[in-house]
T-cell receptor, first 111, second 115 residues
Framework: KQEVTQIPAALSVPEGENLVLNCSFT??????LQWFRQDPGKGLTSLLL?????REQTSGRLNASLDKSSGRSTLYIAASQPGDSATYLC??????????FGTGTSLTVIP | NAGVMQNPRHLVRRRGQEARLRCSPM?????VYWYRQLPEEGLKFMVY????????ESGMPKERFSAEFPKEGPSILRIQQVVRGDSAAYFC?????????????FGQGTRLTVV
């Protein structure tokens, strides 16, 4: 069964800093990996989707990488802003149409 | 496109009552997924439906829980005789194709509180 782990569980950085969020998964037979953002009491907003054949995806200040062989993905956020404060979730998709979610990294960007 | 719509956003039920959670997928999406987020835990898969069919319900508790996605109307997640342990946020997602081939979009969730 897929296990997804996110480190660190919480992160606090000053505004403007570049940062990296880590996601690891135990079963490398994934179809894709998706990064989401969750604001307190709100739903999930899709940030980036990486298919298993891809190595990375970029959207604005966000860059996500995928290394299937090592079971790792990273989300890089450049020039962080207070509005980036949220919980970031990674989810690995294996067979059966089930996403396996990590418990998230809670990010606080201090103005 | 209004996105995935879930209602109600918040639902309070007394123990033993029934809870009905609704999910309207994005326009053109025929695949719906339900997830549950217990306090301090990650989201866990419950059930995957296409129009009028349950494809995978391996994450659904065997008793009291049921789901449907009729030909017309929203998908419904029904919890009968709710207990305190059912208190959680329930999220619905939808996609155009099977989620292995495309992006899944999530709704705002329904937060169920059982008192």
């Amino acid at each position: 069964k897929q296990e997804v782990t996110q480190i660190p569980a919480a992160l606090s950085v000053p505004e403007g800093e570049n940062l990296v969020l880590n996601c690891s998964f135990t079963d490398s037979a994934i179809y894709n990996l998706q990064w989401f953002r969750q604001d307190p009491g709100k739903g999930l907003t899709s940030l980036l989707l990486i298919q298993s054949s891809q190595r990375e995806q970029t959207s604005g200040r966000l860059n996500a990488s995928l290394d299937k062989s090592s079971g790792r993905s990273t989300l890089y956020i450049a020039a962080s802003q207070p509005g980036d404060s949220a919980t970031y979730l990674c989810a690995a998709l294996n067979t059966g149409n089930q996403f396996y979610f990590g418990t998230g990294t809670s990010l606080t960007v201090i103005p | 496109n209004a996105g995935v719509m879930q209602n109600p956003r918040h639902l309070v039920r007394r123990r033993g009552q029934e809870a009905r959670l609704r999910c309207s997928p994005m326009k053109g999406h025929s695949h719906v997924y339900w997830y549950r987020q217990l306090p301090e835990e990650g989201l866990k898969f419950m059930v995957y439906l296409q129009k009028e069919n349950i494809i995978d319900e391996s994450g659904m508790p065997k008793e009291r829980f049921s789901a449907e996605f009729p030909k017309e109307g929203p998908s419904i997640l029904r919890i009968q005789q709710v207990v305190r342990g059912d208190s959680a946020a329930y999220f619905c997602a939808s996609s155009t194709l099977q989620v292995m081939n495309t992006e899944a979009f999530f709704g705002q969730g329904t937060r169920l509180t059982v008192v």
